[in-house]
């Protein structure tokens, strides 16, 4: 059974360029990827035997009735000797009008297929580590709003406890209090089982199978705005999308293996060549009869033409296959050349969106912050109610939420941009 990675001891200390490492090296899904790109060129390799000579050897020795003939079966001769020798023969095509230098540029062409999709793959998961990351961080700082308001939550409802038994504040004041207290400790509850499950999802990703402690580090610095051009990102996409070129290969490969059936109907002809000794062979007493070892050794050169001519409208039937297949390998790249143009452009309204909204939702979390503020100072000095202090402190902490939200998603937005133009990790 294939063994699993053995997560490391203690806390782990990530930055995300880090994690993206650990994750290339780790995660499975990239060790299949490889795995299969050189088992393909394996296949290359056993296409481009045909174009080379082949040569063997052989050992034959023969205990018989001397002389008789073979009355059933098929053999090369009828009469059997006792004998026994040794040889080589030799075989090298000289020409088949193309079919199997067609047949080894399409086993080349599927190679580099392979090793476009392993490359794929290879982003694909940096894609996903890139959103477990900033999954964890995200849920880490929605941990620390939901504590922040858990703490200011109970504080309130410690002052409103302590005038309600001196009669200052009335009994539905702290009845208020306590149901916010409530709610924000479900919101922390909530949080922490998200910090949990994103730790989980990111610990499968870079390829562990137990749970790991982790020290995420964030980028301090400010991420970029998306870039203005969206054309200059499609032509990017087009160019450097290792699924794209994947499928490029592929329906390259789909037109050589269509040429390579056409030219099954044209001759094929190779060269043959054999030479040997029969040390032990029976002896002429008074002339050899017919089909006795004259000579000790033996040896033949020719050349051999293969020619078509009918077998069922087969090799018509498989060249208008390979054609299909062909026209349809086509379609399918166009098909996914639309998808990236489509997906590129969505995802760079996706981030610029993202982008917008961190700076609303930053204005909002100080406009919130300082509502709550207000709201506070006038509870205490008793010229605002116990559900305006409510409305406050709720709208605070979901313009707190939406801030951590807006920030993370900006940066997840910025991941999937970089992902469908196709930026090497």
Known sequence: MPQSVPPPSGVVRLGRAEAEQLAIKNNP???????????????????????????????????????????????????????????????????????????????????KAENANGLATTEDIVLATDQAFYNVLQAEALLKVAQQTVTTRQSVETQVSELAKSKLKSNLDLSFAEVNLSQAKLLQLDAQNNVDSAVAALSAVLGFDRQVQYELTDENAQPPSPPANVDVLISTALQQRPDLQAFTY?????????????????PSISALGIAGGTPVRPDCFGGCFPNYFISSWYGAVGVNMSIPIFNGFSLTAQASEANYRAKAAAESTRDLRDRIVRDVRTAWLAANT?????????????????????????????????????????????????????????????STLNFEIGVQP
């Open 250 to 266: 592929d329906q390259q490969a789909a037109e050589k293996f269509r040429r390579a059936q056409r030219d099954q109907l044209m």
């Open 29 to 111: 899904r990239i060790s299949v990827g490889r795995l299969l790109a050189l088992a393909q060129h394996q296949i290359y390799r056993e296409t481009r035997a045909a174009e080379l000579p082949n040569f063997n050897g052989a050992i034959t020795a023969v205990d018989a009735n001397e002389g008789s003939r073979i009355g059933a079966g098929a053999l090369t001769a009828s009469r059997v000797l006792e004998h026994a020798g040794a040889g080589v023969t030799l075989s090298q095509l000289i020409t088949d009008f193309g079919r199997t230098t067609n047949l080894v540029s399409a086993a080349k062409l599927r190679d």
């Open 354 to 414: 993202a982008f917008q909204r961190v700076g609303v939702a930053q204005e909002l979390a100080k406009e919130a912050d300082l509502s709550l503020d207000l709201a506070q100072g006038r509870y205490k000095l008793g010229l605002g109610s116990i559900v305006e202090l409510s409305q406050a402190q709720l709208q605070q902490t979901d313009a707190a939420i939406g801030f951590v939200n807006a920030q993370y998603q900006y940066r997840l937005a910025l």
